[in-house]
Structures are given as structure tokens and as C-alpha cells.
């Protein structure tokens, strides 16, 4: 492969008219760079803790720059979120509601040659499954509807043999998906059906994308080198029969601290910075630049929302009245406008983000956290606490956070305190011990400031959290039947639609968190990374990478620096 | 000498096994595993199978025990955080690229910083005395994170005249691959607390030896001052220097994790915080065994550079009667 | 012929204190340190606006840039001229009681070491080089969770190995000095083995622990702020000066006031000890009045 594409290289050095069109015969649109000149270069993160390439060998240490390249999901997601075919073609579910099948796209091959089939899906899956490999996104397919795959717990807990997992393939290009429970949103969930090479598996083990020469490959790029810690580069897959042919020549990844990555880039060592490791020094110095302001792409991201925990099963909180008192406590907007900045966050009074499926965009929800001290002293005096007084002092948790966020849940702290009269005192705890304090039975954190982002486009995922028994000490029965149902709901939409905004309601004025701001990421990029996917503003206005979409790979180029 | 070089080898097997023991036991009293991850929540099977793995369902002494038992067939098992590479692969690599950085930064902190404190002890009290103290003042106080930040604006941003960072793997070098443009903004970040720590334990010890008696008397007597400096001072004054002095090279040739991460240096200096926060046992184990080793080496070498110092200073002997 | 006066007529500490006064940087020393002091004590009166009072549409305002705030305000609105005031209080605190307790344990185990030698000495020094590998970020950890944060953790944590250095700089002058001759002198006179190492060694013995004394204030409150990253520190709002410069360093480059003013507290209060411990050190020692 790499002698065919130095060849190619050869040759386009030769024939300059020909130096416009990709290893895999696409067209550069007009206004590109000449093909030799089509490299991405990103920042890799060299404080975090990183050792695969893929997502089904471990979701949490990726090498996060360039991961997730070596394959296509079954499924991608449009500029609405909604699940469009990637590697699958197609899809349907029987009408037990719990059988799934979804249809390979023909003609896809792996970078050695051989043909990408549902083997090799049913053969990742159960990888995941198995005890010894243990991997750290297990949770996730117990999470999904009622119970989760077929067996899938069991097998975690070994119970069950890994092939007794309800993910079959019928034929080569038909893999078989079988839930315990209905579980409508299992086409969006398959935006995380990545998988490996199921002999490349059996002959070198889950970490073979890690060793260019045992690195195979069926996405559009392959590894070409890669110097743990330095330096890793990808280059275009010549071979590569999927729905994103790449434009991009090659990414090269360098290792850096993310407190310089702004540096490097304004250095031009690197096209693109994420909006979470631009400081709020940086951004103060985009919003003085025109040049900067316009390259920087703001988008949903995961649609994060930032929120205040309680132990609702202990006093203080387990009174209603103390947590309302909480609620209209905090000055959101001004701590949104001052202390946040209008381009990463917008104030939040629930759960789901405006943009999010079924959220609140009417407003309706708005009063029932909104700001008003003087209703919040009410409440606490109601609570039995006048003027705060007998109120106990408080430590509020966080979970490891870096300074800007610190930042804003402290500020959230100190509008509680200083409406109130209370004492908040805020502590940023080392991540294992606060989710050790988190996850105990019963609970020792009283309360916390956090941060949750979806997995997976649909409202079963976000207010999913939030039943009995999970992470969260708050519980109504009302709230996990409505967000049960609606999740098993097939067809229906409006219903199911009604169903999670009820919940929503609920969890809002029965003040399960207070909420305090809805996210929104994005991405400074230079002014040459070029791409029709991310630069063009869709139907809100918004622009820049769509969380799941994954096809603006086939989309990316470098535009001619003048 | 030779006995007692053999003495102190021996007591460092003990301490050895004595800090084994007391970070063994720290480490598996601290809440949170190594397999609590920050952000998803691994489902209890999921959990007893990597603890069954990594045999951390035993009880405590039996872990140590097999610990132990591998350790001194030099198995130092297998890292959490990297579990593609063995622990002593991972140090071996890592910690090559640290003692560069840490010699290279001792040869400029030592030079600089001695020399100063000479020069300082030499004109005490005059503008330059103070112009010494008022720098290594700074040195201190200014933690290297963000006179390395400041370096990076001023010399790689501002102006591009350095590399922003890595060692050996961007900008020009001598000879190939020594004395790299990248070598010099990590190295000077680096160098300046110990250089001011250095210049002022100097200037102190000589001042201390030169108010004595001995000197005035030695001056009286008609020697030179370089002969004075070279014969009566230096000798006296570097018991002092050498215990502080001896004490920044452990520190330096382990490395800092400010340095490395934000110079892009891929060494050893961030394992000792992150084994830590990951809760990573054999990385901890390891690190901390290399720390007892280096520290017991050094302690070793300057008790054996006092009695040559100092002939009057004897050890394991109560004092003359 | 008055200093021959003075020494016959007026005891040690007096003569001490006489050298100490007439030291004009150790007066300068005296007085940064008195004003530090008397800022952090007195915090609730000096400060112009409480700690903890954020206001929202105050946030990162530069020096001078709104006239109710001198030295600008921080990342949350809290006025930064008082958070410095108070941000005194607690670092003081920790630095001088965290090296108080490591003067008052590693001095007289370094002494022990170094004059006593023989088998007791070989043991504390053996004691010290396993203290010397210490874990001490995961004995934070584990400190925290069992008394839970705060000041008293907090200077627990760093008084585990704060003594080391101390310990080992006075064992070497220990080691040193007894083999002097006016050491021998007094042991001849009979004067008891204590005595002569707290009377005759130990003023001789101090300028390198006067120096690493000096040394280790920064150190502490540094080490005090890495602690509060994790957790194990300094709960917020409360102010430290450690704290304020770590956190600056996500807005250095454009809000440079929030890394100034808490480094130049930081570097004053270190002059000022040293100074200061310098001048303890000559005035305890009167052969260091002489110039070289």
C-alpha cells in the first residue's frame, strides 16, 4: 500500500495537472491546495493517559486526536442528528420491536485487501462483551432501552460465553441485533457500531492498530507512522470503498500540552484548536481579532449541560423547599454573561439543551428555576431556615476541574451564598475520590457541581440519568415511568415527544439539580482548512463539527494559503 | 572506607524494603481504585473482572508478598496506564530523556549558581551581593510553569527564534542530535530555582567560613586571598553546600512534570504525579523504589564526601571522648 | 572599650538583640515581615471589600480599570486587593507553622544524628532516608479522606517530610562542628553533652537552616496550592496566595494582574524571612558582622 501510494505521489509530481484529484480518484474542489499539500495537523494531548486507536478496545483512552479513523460506524448522523447510512446501508426491525438487521453497504474492503463483513461486527462486539477484556464503555449496552442487548450483562459478569450474545451476522453482510426491551433509538445508538478486523484480532490481539505493520484499516485513513508520545501520521487509505473518501492527504498529530496548543497554533504548527483547551485568556484575545473570531466555529458539541447535585435522601436537601431556595438563587444569566462568556455557554433552566429532541424552546420551564432572590429567601425561610440561619455550612464538590469551569461553579456558589446567607465552601476533588463519594451506598456527597454531555441523540439518554438508582441521589416514580415508557415507545412520536417533556417538568420543579448553563463547544481553526460540512451555516445558523458527524472527513480540505 | 561503603549498601537493602513496605501499604489505603474512571461508570462485573485480572481481589499482604517475590527477579510487573509496554520498558525509555534534561540543567544550575554565590560572598554587602540575592529571590518565588510559559511567548511566539518545544525531535542540532535549539527554553526554565537555591547556600557557606578566626589569622599571616579561598574556605564551607547542593540532584534528575509536559518532553517527571492520581500500583511502586535508590545513592555519596572534607568527621563511632 | 563594657554588664539575648537592631537589612527584613503580618491579622479592617463578595459584572477587570477595585478583581468578581489580604492569612499560616514544625522536628533530630553518631545516629539517619521517599502526595489523598480537608490536613501533609532538609543540613553542621576544638574545650571543662550542642553548636550551626527556612516558605505555599488542585487543600472561596498564582496561569496572557500581585507577596514575604533570618542568624553569631 505504501509503495502504491509513494508511486501515485511520484507520478502526480510528474503530471501537475493530475496534482488536484485524491489517492482514491476523487476531484480537489477549485479553490484547494495542490494534493501534496492536503495535510491536517492536530494537537494530541501528552497529559492524558492514552492506549488505542479505537473505540472498541477502550472508549476513554484514546489517542483522542486522530481516533477512531481505522473503521466506519454502521451508522452517522446528519446535520438534524438524525442516523443516515455510514458503513451499513440500510436498516429495519422486525416487529417484535427487539430484532434489528442492519444491511452492509457491498463492496467495502479492509486496507490488506480482504472484504469488511458482519463477522467482523459480531466478532468486535463480543470483544466488548467479554469479561477479560473488560472494557470501559460496557455500560452502555446494558444502558440502552430495557436491559440492554441480549445477554449482554451476563456476559459482562460472566455468566454467559460471549457467543451467546444476541449480535449475530446471518450472512456477510447482515448483522443481527436483538435488544431485551423495544428500544426505538437503536439506529442513533449505532453511531458507536465501529469495529475491528476479526482476524487481524485472532492473529495479534485488540492493540494490532497500534504497530503500522499490523495496522489494518478499513476507514479512510491507515497508519503510516507513529512514535508514542511524539508523533502519529495517518495517511489516505488508497483502498477505501466507504462513504467518506478523504480529501485530506495526510493528518499528522503532534504531542503537546494543551496550555500551548493556542501558542502552536498561532505559531502555524498545528490547523485547529478545540474550544476546550482554549482559556479564557484565549478567547479574550479571538474576541479581539476578526480573523480569529470569524475561524472560530461554535456548535452544539454534546449538548453539555452544567448543574448543582444533592444528596436529596439526607437533610438539608431533602426538603423541596431548601432545594427551590437553591434554584432561584443563582444569577445564571450574569454568571453566563461575566463569568462563562456568551460564546461558550447560554444560561440554562433544565436539562436538555434548545436544540436537543424534545427540549423546552417555548420557555416554558424558564420560571420554574428562574432568579428571584427574594422568592429564594422565601423558600428557605418556609424551609425553617430565616435569614439562613441554623443552615448547616456546606462543601460543594467538583470532580477535577479545570480553572475556567472551577470558575463558574464557584461563581454558582457564591450567588447561592451571598442571596441566602449561607455558608457554601467548594472543594475541587480528585476525580476517583469524588466518584468513590458519588457512587457509595449510600451517598457521601452531599453536594456537587457537574457536567453531563449525551451519548446518544435522544431525550431517553439525557433524562435517562436522572431515574432512580443511578448516578443522581433524587428519585420520582412519576418521572422514571414517564421516561420508561416513553423510551420503549415504537412509532408515536408526538406521544413520546409529550411523554419526555412531562418528565423534563417534573424533574425541573422538583429540583432533582439546579441547572445552571447548556454548553456550547467549538473549534478555532486556520482560515485554509476548508470544508462544506463544517464552514457552511445549516438551517439554526450554526456552523462547525456536528457531534457524530463523522462524513466531514469525506468533506475536509486545505484551500490554498495565499 | 571500603567497610564502610559496604555498611551503608547493606542499610540500603533495609531501607529499601522498608519503603516498600510503607508505600505498598499507603497506596492501598487511599479511596478509589485504579479502575474508577473519571468519566464512564464501569458496571460492577465489569470492575471484579479487571481486579481478579490484576490479582487485586487478595488482601493486602498477599499482594505485597507477590509483589515482592517478582521485584527481586527484577519483574516489575505491568503498568495500568500503558498496559502494552512492561514497567521497567516504560521507566528504561522514560527516564533516559529526564536524566538529559536533569544533567544538562545540573551542569548550567551548578556553573551559574556557584559561581554567583562566589562572586556574592566575595563583594558582600555591595549593590551586586544584593543584586544576587534579589535574583535568586525571584527564582524561587516564580514557579517554573509560568516563567516556562513566559519563555515560550517571548522566545518561540513573539519571536520564532526557539522551538516551542520537544527534545532532540524539533530544531536544528550540533552533530546531529546534540546541543538542539529545543534543548535551550526547557533547561533555562528549569535551571533557575535550583541556580538561586545554589547561589545562595554558596554565598552563605563562604561567608559563614570567612567571619571565622582561623581565616583572619591565616590572613594575618600573609596568605593569599586566592590561597585562602583555595586551601581554608572552599574546604570548610562545602560541608554545608554539599548536603544542599547534593539534595537538587535527585530533585533534578527526576524530573518535573511542569517542564516536560509543557515543553513536550516525554519523560519520567509526570509518572510520579499521574501513577499517583491513577492509582496506578506498579508504576507507583516502581517510581518510589527508584526515588529510595537515588536518595539512599546520594546520602551515601556525600557522608563519604564529608569524612574527605572533613578527615575529623568519623562515622558509627561516638564522639571522642 | 564600650563593646568590652557591654559584654561584661549585659547578658546574651540583650547583646543579641543590640547586634540585630544595628543590621539595617535585617531591620528591613524585621519590617517587611511585621507588615505582612499585620495585614493578614488585621485582614477584616484592611481589605476594602469582603473575599468572598463576587459580583458577576465585575469579573477579570484589569488594575485601575473600575475605581472600587485597585488591583483588578479575579475570574469569579471578587476584588483581588482583598482576596491578596486575606490570601496573607492562610498563606502565612501554612508556611510558618508547616516550617515551624519542621524546625522544631528536624532540628533536634538532625542534631541527634550528627552529635550523638554511633548506633543512634545510624538509625535516625536511616529513619530519615526512608522519610526521604515518602509518598507524600498519596499520604494527601489518603489525609483527606479520613480528616477532611482544611488548614489542619493541609499543614499535617506538609509537615510529614517539610523536616527532611533540615534534618539533614543540621546533621552535617552537627557532624561537623563537634570535632572542633572549642567543643572539645568545653567537653573537657565538663560541661554536659547537651548543653554544649544547643549553647556552643547550634548558634554556629544556622546559616544553612536559616536559609532553607527562608527557602521553604515559597516552597510551602506552593506546595500548599498544588494540594488545593486536588482537592486537598484550601477550600474556595477562601484565599491563598499559592492558589491564585496556580490558577492565574489559564489567563496569564492577557490578565497578567491575577499572576503579579500574589508572586510579589509571595517573593516579598521570602526576602523578608530571609532577611530577617539572616539577621537573627549574625545577631545570635557575632562573627559574621565582619565583612570578607
Known amino acids: ?562 | 572506607m571500603l567497610l564502610f561503603l559496604c555498611r551503608r549498601l547493606f542499610s540500603l537493602a533495609f531501607v529499601l524494603l522498608g519503603v516498600s513496605i510503607l508505600v505498598f501499604w499507603l497506596m492501598h489505603s487511599v479511596p478509589g481504585g485504579p479502575f474508577d474512571t473519571q468519566q464512564g461508570q464501569l458496571t460492577a462485573a465489569t470492575r471484579a473482572n479487571l481486579e481478579a485480572k490484576y490479582g487485586l481481589d487478595e488482601p493486602v499482604w498477599k499482594q505485597y508478598l507477590n509483589y515482592m517475590s517478582h521485584a527481586l527477579r527484577f519483574d516489575f510487573g505491568i503498568p495500568y496506564q500503558q498496559p502494552q509496554t512492561t514497567v521497567a520498558a516504560l521507566i528504561g525509555r522514560t527516564w533516559l530523556v529526564t536524566l538529559q534534561v536533569g544533567l544538562l540543567t545540573i551542569v548550567v544550575a551548578f556553573s551559574i549558581g556557584i559561581c554567583a554565590g562566589l562572586y556574592a560572598a566575595y563583594h558582600q554587602n555591595s549593590w551586586l551581593d544584593h543584586l544576587v540575592t534579589f535574583c535568586a529571590t525571584l527564582g524561587v518565588t516564580v514557579p517554573n510553569f509560568v516563567i516556562g510559559m513566559w519563555l515560550i511567548l517571548c522566545f518561540s511566539v513573539a519571536r520564532s527564534w526557539l522551538p516551542l518545544g520537544g527534545w532532540g525531535t524539533s530544531g536544528a542540532c550540533l552533530f546531529g542530535k546534540y546541543f538542539c535549539t529545543d534543548w535551550i527554553l526547557p533547561v533555562v526554565a528549569y535551571a533557575l530555582a535550583p541556580m538561586a537555591i545554589i547561589a545562595r547556600y554558596t554565598r552563605a557557606s563562604i561567608v559563614d567560613v570567612a567571619g571565622e578566626d582561623f581565616i583572619r589569622t591565616a590572613r594575618a599571616k600573609g596568605l593569599s586571598e586566592v590561597a585562602l579561598m583555595r586551601r581554608h574556605v572552599l574546604p570548610n564551607a562545602q560541608i554545608p553546600m554539599v548536603t544542599a547542593l547534593g539534595t537538587e540532584i535527585p530533585n533534578l534528575i527526576t524530573g518535573s512534570i511542569f517542564i516536560e509536559t509543557i515543553f513536550r518532553i516525554n519523560g519520567l517527571g509526570k509518572y510520579f504525579v499521574t501513577s499517583a492520581l491513577n492509582r496506578d500500583y506498579p508504576m507507583i511502586m516502581a517510581t518510589f523504589l527508584l526515588i529510595a535508590l537515588l536518595w539512599g545513592v546520594t546520602y551515601m555519596l556525600t557522608d563519604v564526601a564529608y569524612t574527605v572534607l572533613d578527615p575529623r568527621i568519623q562515622f558509627g563511632r561516638r564522639s571522642r571522648r | 572599650m564600650s563593646a568590652i563594657r557591654d559584654t561584661v554588664s549585659h547578658g546574651f539575648a540583650w547583646q543579641a538583640t543590640q547586634r540585630l537592631l544595628r543590621n539595617r537589612l535585617a531591620i528591613l527584613g524585621l519590617i517587611l515581615v511585621a507588615g505582612i503580618s499585620f495585614g493578614a491579622i488585621f485582614a477584616d479592617w484592611l481589605a476594602p471589600h469582603p473575599y468572598d463578595y463576587a459580583r458577576f459584572d465585575r469579573v477579570l477587570l484589569m488594575p485601575l480599570q473600575h475605581p472600587d477595585h485597585l488591583l483588578g478583581t479575579d475570574e469569579v468578581g471578587r476584588d483581588y486587593l482583598s482576596r491578596l489580604i486575606f490570601g496573607a492569612r492562610t498563606s502565612l499560616l501554612v508556611s510558618l507553622l508547616v516550617q515551624g514544625l519542621a524546625l522544631a522536628i528536624g532540628v533536634p533530630l538532625g542534631a541527634l544524628a550528627g552529635y550523638v553518631g554511633g548506633r543512634t545516629g545510624f538509625v535516625v539517619s536511616r529513619i530519615i532516608d526512608v522519610m526521604t521517599a515518602f509518598p507524600s502526595l498519596l499520604f494527601a489523598i489518603l489525609l483527606i479522606s479520613v480528616l477532611g480537608g482544611g488548614l489542619h490536613s493541609v499543614v499535617l501533609a506538609l509537615s510529614v517530610t517539610g523536616w527532611i532538609l533540615i534534618a539533614r543540613l543540621t546533621r552535617a553542621q552537627f557532624l561537623t562542628l563537634r570535632e572542633r576544638d572549642f567543643v572539645l574545650c568545653a567537653r573537657a571543662l565538663g560541661v554536659p553533652a547537651w548543653r554544649i550542642a544547643l549553647r556552643h553548636v547550634l548558634p554556629n550551626a544556622l546559616t544553612p537552616i536559616v536559609i532553607a527556612v527562608s527557602f521553604g516558605i515559597p516552597a510551602t505555599i506552593f506546595a500548599e496550592a498544588g494540594l488545593s488542585f486536588l482537592g486537598l487543600g484550601i477550600n474556595d472561596p477562601m484565599a491563598s496566595w499559592g492558589k491564585m498564582v496556580g490558577v492565574s496561569n489559564a489567563y496569564v496572557r492577557v490578565y497578567w494582574h491575577l499572576a503579579l500581585f500574589p508572586t510579589l507577596a509571595i517573593a516579598l514575604t521570602m526576602l523578608g524571612c530571609s532577611l530577617l533570618g539572616d539577621g537573627l542568624r549574625d545577631a545570635l553569631d557575632p562573627r559574621h558582622a565582619r565583612p570578607l
Not at chain 1, 507520478?11 to 484547494?32: C, E, K, N, S
Not at chain 1, 474550544?275 to 478567547?283: G, N
Not at chain 1, 476548508?530 to 464552514?535: E, I, Q
Open chain 1, 1 to 562: 500500500m505504501l509503495n502504491r501510494l509513494h508511486a501515485y505521489l511520484i507520478f502526480l509530481a510528474l503530471t501537475p495537472a493530475l496534482a488536484d484529484t485524491t489517492v482514491g480518484g476523487r476531484q480537489l474542489p477549485a479553490d484547494a491546495a495542490s494534493y501534496a499539500k492536503q495535510v491536517l495537523r492536530v494537537p494530541c494531548d501528552n497529559t492524558r493517559n492514552e492506549v488505542t486507536f479505537d473505540h472498541a478496545v477502550s472508549v476513554y483512552q484514546r489517542y483522542g486526536c486522530v481516533q477512531d479513523l481505522f473503521s466506519d460506524t454502521l451508522v452517522d448522523l446528519d446535520s438534524l442528528y438524525r442516523p443516515e447510512p455510514a458503513a451499513a446501508e440500510s436498516w429495519s426491525v422486525a416487529d417484535d420491536g427487539v430484532t434489528w438487521a442492519f444491511h452492509l453497504r457491498p463492496g467495502q474492503l479492509w486496507s490488506d485487501g480482504t472484504p469488511l463483513t458482519a463477522h467482523d461486527y459480531m466478532a468486535t462486539f463480543r470483544l466488548c462483551a467479554s469479561p477479560d477484556h473488560a472494557w470501559d464503555f460496557a455500560w452502555f449496552y446494558s444502558f440502552i432501552g430495557e436491559g440492554g442487548l441480549r445477554n449482554w450483562d451476563r456476559i459482562v459478569a460472566g455468566e454467559m460465553p460471549p457467543d451467546s450474545l444476541g449480535v449475530t451476522a446471518i450472512d456477510d453482510l447482515t448483522l443481527q441485533l436483538v435488544t431485551e426491551g423495544p428500544f426505538p433509538a437503536m439506529p442513533a445508538a449505532m453511531k458507536f457500531g465501529y469495529t475491528l478486523q476479526k482476524r487481524a484480532l485472532e492473529e495479534h490481539g485488540p492493540y494490532y492498530n497500534n504497530d503500522p505493520a499490523t495496522s489494518v484499516s478499513s476507514g479512510p485513513f491507515v497508519l503510516t507512522e507513529f512514535d508514542p508520545g511524539y508523533r502519529i501520521v495517518l495517511t489516505a487509505n488508497p483502498d477505501y470503498t466507504g462513504y467518506r473518501p478523504p480529501l485530506l492527504q495526510r493528518i499528522e498529530g503532534v504531542y503537546m500540552s494543551p496550555a500551548t496548543y493556542f501558542l502552536a497554533f498561532q505559531r502555524g504548527e498545528i490547523d485547529l484548536v478545540g474550544h476546550e483547551q482554549l482559556t479564557p485568556a484565549d478567547f479574550a484575545t479571538i474576541e479581539e481579532d476578526p480573523t480569529l473570531q470569524a475561524n472560530y466555529l461554535r456548535h452544539y458539541g454534546d449538548f453539555r449541560t452544567d448543574y448543582l447535585l444533592f444528596d436529596t435522601f439526607s437533610p438539608p436537601f431533602d426538603k423541596l423547599a431548601v432545594r427551590r431556595a437553591f434554584a432561584h438563587a443563582v444569577d445564571r444569566e450574569a454568571i453566563v454573561a461575566g463569568v462563562y462568556g456568551k460564546a461558550k455557554a447560554v444560561a440554562a433552566h433544565s436539562m436538555l439543551m434548545p436544540g436537543f429532541p424534545s427540549a423546552d424552546t417555548t420557555g416554558a420551564l424558564a420560571d420554574l428555576q428562574r432568579f428571584d432572590c427574594g422568592l429564594a429567601r422565601q423558600y428557605l425561610a418556609d424551609a425553617g431556615y430565616p435569614e439562613g440561619d441554623g443552615f448547616p455550612a456546606l462543601e460543594m464538590w467538583m470532580r477535577g476541574e479545570p480553572p475556567a469551569t472551577a470558575a463558574v461553579y464557584q461563581a454558582s456558589a457564591a450567588s447561592i451564598a451571598q442571596c441566602l446567607g449561607v455558608q457554601i465552601q467548594v472543594s475541587n476533588k480528585d476525580g476517583r475520590v469524588f466518584m468513590d463519594a458519588l457512587n457509595a451506598r449510600p451517598t457521601r456527597l452531599q453536594m456537587g457541581a457537574v457536567s453531563y454531555g449525551m451519548d446518544f441523540l435522544d431525550a431517553a439518554n439525557l433524562l435517562g440519568v436522572w431515574m432512580s438508582g443511578g448516578r443522581h441521589s433524587w428519585s420520582d416514580s412519576t418521572f422514571d415511568h414517564l421516561v420508561t415508557s416513553a423510551a420503549a415507545m415504537i412509532g408515536q412520536a408526538e406521544v413520546r415527544d409529550r411523554m419526555f417533556r412531562q418528565a423534563e417538568r417534573i424533574l425541573v420543579d422538583q429540583v432533582g439539580g439546579v441547572f445552571i448553563a447548556h454548553r456550547w463547544a467549538g473549534d478555532l481553526m486556520k482560515p485554509h482548512l476548508l470544508g462544506d460540512s463544517f464552514r457552511q451555516p445549516d438551517a439554526k445558523g450554526i456552523a462547525g463539527r456536528r457531534w457524530g458527524d463523522d462524513s466531514l472527513w469525506g468533506d475536509m480540505y486545505i484551500g490554498d494559503r495565499q
